[in-house]
């Protein structure tokens, strides 16, 4: 539910996996779900003219490091159980193209009434860059975790092949009776993802000049 000290609260760790479930639980995973819509709609609306209310508002409850991002992720579940999951990585980069002054709100945000020496820095670079010069927010987001889902039906003629990808950041919870055998199900780790090719169009410097807020630079 909480991020540590040493964590960006932004960064989610996967737990991926298959859970064989009784309808009960299936049932309450579903309802489980149901409360983190529940949850997250009710953070966006505290949020909609701050948004960091709802933030300091959990931190007067006693909970300053709330996780949101884990509490929004739905539990996945399956109501039938499929022929195979095979699990596969993914990996995006998120860039958004922002004004200086939109950058500025974002930096004095952060830095509050009394900005520490890094932030007035960046304050002062910001100063000096071109008023008409957008900034890039490059966020490289973690692996993510897929499950492709495969359902057979029927046989010969009759023989249908159904796939399904799902996110599957959580353990995948799938209808199974006690003894019954999991699906037939592969792996797929970090590591063995192919290295990500740079893009050739990239006009974005490598170091951000404005880390707080990962702003970087379009080259000249």
Not at 10 to 38: F, H, K, S
Not at 121 to 127: D, I, N, S, V
Request: glycine content about 6%.
């Amino acid at each position: 539910m909480e991020y540590p000290d040493d964590r960006d609260g932004r960064e989610t760790d996967p737990c991926p996996g298959i859970i064989g479930a009784g309808p009960r639980t299936l049932a309450l995973a579903g309802a489980l779900n149901q409360a983190r819509d529940a949850f997250k709609q009710a953070v966006l609306a505290v949020n909609r003219n701050d948004r960091e209310r709802a933030r300091r508002l959990m931190a007067t409850q006693g909970f300053p490091r709330l996780h949101f991002k884990q509490l929004y992720r739905h539990q996945p579940i399956l109501l039938r159980k499929p022929h195979s999951i095979r699990f596969t990585w993914g990996a995006t980069r998120s860039i958004k193209r922002i004004s200086r002054q939109e950058a500025y709100r974002r930096l004095t945000a952060l830095a509050g009434d009394d900005p520490s020496p890094g932030y007035l820095r960046q304050l002062e670079l910001l100063a000096q860059h071109p008023k008409d010069e957008p900034i890039a927010i490059v966020q490289d987001l973690k692996p993510h975790i897929k499950a492709n889902v495969c359902w057979i039906q029927g046989s010969g003629r009759d023989r249908q092949v159904i796939r399904k990808m799902i996110s599957a950041p959580l353990a995948i919870l799938i209808p199974l009776d006690p003894g019954e055998v999991l699906p037939e199900h592969s792996a797929a780790y970090p590591d063995a993802r192919k290295p990500r090719k740079p893009r050739a169009d990239t006009k974005i410097e490598r170091e951000p000049f404005l880390p707080s807020i990962r702003g970087h630079r379009y080259c000249r």
